[in-house]
């Protein structure tokens, strides 16, 4: 029993560090599980009023099937706050407007129009005609 007295210390000093390893490899796995769970899936997240304003807007021009620079400009009047003229609608003004200005269809479609441009076009012309 006279070596047992000399290999105690040792002992006790490689439980202190087997402890501590243990605990360490405890916290690692907390912070590594406490990570993932930030990275949670996107349902559970909420969005921010910009973010879901956005999802609206390239919704509805997705719906709307709007490609290139109408859906730009459909996109910066969404996104702020204006009510955007969806290109059914600005074909509506053109049949409601027929019979005061039956030429400025024609003119916009001579013109190849299309979009923001033949709306605008349509509009000052249905005006020109309506002051005449």
């Given at each position: 029993?006279?070596?047992?007295?000399?290999?105690?210390?040792?002992?006790?000093?490689f439980?202190?560090?087997?402890t501590l390893?243990?605990?360490?490899t405890?916290?690692?796995?907390v912070?590594?599980?406490?990570?993932f769970?930030a990275d949670?899936?996107d349902?559970?997240?909420?969005?921010?009023?910009?973010?879901e304003k956005?999802k609206?807007c390239n919704?509805?021009?997705?719906?709307?099937?709007?490609k290139?620079?109408?859906r730009?400009?459909?996109?910066k009047?969404?996104?702020?706050g204006k009510?955007?003229?969806a290109?059914?609608?600005?074909?509506?003004?053109?049949?409601a407007?027929?019979?005061?200005?039956p030429d400025?269809?024609a003119?916009a479609?001579?013109?190849?129009?299309a979009?923001?441009?033949?709306?605008?076009?349509?509009k000052?012309c249905?005006?020109?005609?309506?002051?005449k």
């Open positions: 029993m006279g070596a047992l007295p000399f290999l105690l210390p040792f002992h006790e000093e439980a202190v560090k087997k390893i243990a605990l360490l405890l916290g690692a796995v912070f590594t599980q406490a990570g769970a949670a899936p349902a559970a997240k909420k969005l921010t009023p910009q973010q956005m609206n919704k509805d021009a997705k719906d709307k099937q709007l290139g620079d109408d730009k400009q459909f996109m009047s969404c996104l702020s009510a955007a003229p290109p059914a609608a600005a074909a509506a003004p053109e049949k407007a027929a019979p005061a200005a400025c269809a003119q479609t001579s013109k190849k129009l979009g923001a441009a033949k709306a605008s076009f349509l000052k249905q005006a020109d005609a309506a002051a």
